[in-house]
Every structure is written in structure tokens, then in C-alpha cells.
């Protein structure tokens, strides 16, 4: 059974810091998703990672694939407060002949202080 | 840009009601999706669809039926809410790369 873990749950951080968001995943997939939301709103695609060693970057956020290590990061550069939302990764499961079924991690809460 | 659309977007409800959330998508994407959200947590899969009268349960047990009679539209329906379906219900449609979300129903029942 796939299962997704993301870490931390909640992070509070200053605007101008960095730091990065895990997510960890049980078995073997072929694409991971990174997205946001904001309060009360719908999810916005950020990132799909395709292969092992794929980066991608737009903005202050830059996400990451290890398939061997089943580890998937988005680092956040030099915060600001545009950037508090919930962050979920996602891994497309494989059930059959059947694919594009997402396993969605916990969510991580960003808040970035001021 | 994604074209999905939820209604209603938010419905307060007494229990025992049916209910119908509706989804429309003007992509063409055969793939369709609904899941259940409840408020600061993880996305649950309750419902996918692969085309035309294709429909199939999702990982998460639900009391809620889909049906898929047009490629564009896949409504999700309660045949008798109870206070236990109050959640965020999001669906979601894909091109086989990745799924696009809509704004998603607020569901309350009283």
C-alpha cells in the first residue's frame, strides 16, 4: 500500500529565511506533484517531477526527486508572507494497467512571519 | 489554465436530503476525480472515472454514487446526507500528466 509522509506538519518561519519540506514515500511510483492551498481554497499545481534527479523551479520554490531514496523536497528561498499556504505533496500510484491515481501526503501549514 | 467547475460552492443542508454536487470540465479529459477534504487535512480519493460510463470507488469509503454519462460532467450524489458527509468535497480532472482542481463544495449538514 503507497503511503505519503510529509514533514514538518507546520512550519513557522521569518520572511528572508530558507528552509526545506519532506516528503517521503512507501513504494515504487512514476510521478510526484507538488501543491498549494490557500485557505479555504482549491489546490494549485506547483511542481511534476518525472525521473529520479528532477528539478524544478519557479520563484522561491524549487522541488526535487530522489526515486531511490523515495524522497521528494521543496525548498523555499528567502520567504515572504505571499508564500503561507498548506503544502501537499502528491504520489501517482499504481494499481493495474490503471495509472494517474494520487496518494496525497498531510500537508505542511506554512506560516511566514514578518 | 484549468476550466473545472464545482456548484454549489458552498450548501448547508438538514439530514436526510439528497444531494447532488455537480462538476463540469470543458477540457475533454477523459479522467475525473472527486475527493473528500476535511479542513486541515490530506486529500482522500472517494471517487475516479476513466471515461464514459467508466466509474470506480477510491480509496476512501464513501455512501456517495457517481455517474459519467457525458465526458464533461461527473456529478457526485448523497442519497441521504447525515451530519457525518460534512466535509469539503474537491473534484478534479486530468490530461494524463496532471490533475487540475476545482474550487470544490463546502458541505454542511445540520
Known amino acids: 500500500e503507497l503511503k505519503v509522509e510529509q514533514n514538518p506538519l507546520f512550519l513557522s518561519m521569518q520572511e528572508g529565511k530558507n528552509y526545506t519540506i519532506y516528503c517521503n514515500y512507501s513504494?515504487?511510483?512514476?510521478?510526484l506533484y507538488w501543491y498549494r492551498q490557500d485557505p479555504g481554497k482549491s489546490l494549485e499545481s506547483l511542481f511534476v517531477l518525472l525521473s529520479n534527479g528532477a528539478v524544478k523551479q519557479e520563484g522561491r520554490l524549487m522541488a526535487s526527486l530522489d526515486t531511490k531514496a523515495r524522497l521528494s523536497t521543496l525548498h523555499i528561498t528567502a520567504a515572504v508572507h505571499d508564500l503561507s499556504a498548506t503544502y501537499f505533496c502528491?504520489?501517482?500510484?499504481?494499481?493495474?494497467?490503471?495509472?494517474?491515481?494520487?496518494?496525497f501526503g498531510t500537508g505542511t501549514l506554512l506560516a511566514v512571519q514578518p | 489554465e484549468a476550466d473545472i467547475y464545482q456548484t454549489p460552492r458552498y450548501l448547508v443542508i438538514g439530514t436526510g436530503k439528497k444531494i447532488t454536487l455537480e462538476c463540469s470540465q470543458t477540457m475533454g479529459h477523459d479522467k475525473m476525480y472527486w475527493y473528500q477534504q476535511d479542513p486541515g487535512m490530506e486529500l482522500h480519493l472517494i471517487h475516479y472515472?476513466?471515461?464514459?460510463?467508466?466509474?470506480e470507488k477510491g480509496d476512501l469509503s464513501s455512501e456517495s454514487t457517481v455517474s459519467r454519462i457525458r465526458t464533461e460532467h461527473f456529478p457526485l450524489t448523497l442519497e441521504s446526507a447525515r451530519p457525518s458527509h460534512t466535509s469539503q468535497y474537491l473534484c478534479a480532472s486530468s490530461d494524463g500528466q496532471t490533475q487540475h482542481f476545482g474550487d470544490g463544495t463546502r458541505l454542511s449538514i445540520l
Open positions: 472515472s476513466y471515461g464514459v460510463n467508466s466509474t
Open positions: 502528491a504520489v501517482e500510484g499504481r494499481y493495474g494497467g490503471a495509472t494517474n491515481k494520487l496518494i
Open positions: 513504494t515504487t511510483s512514476d510521478r
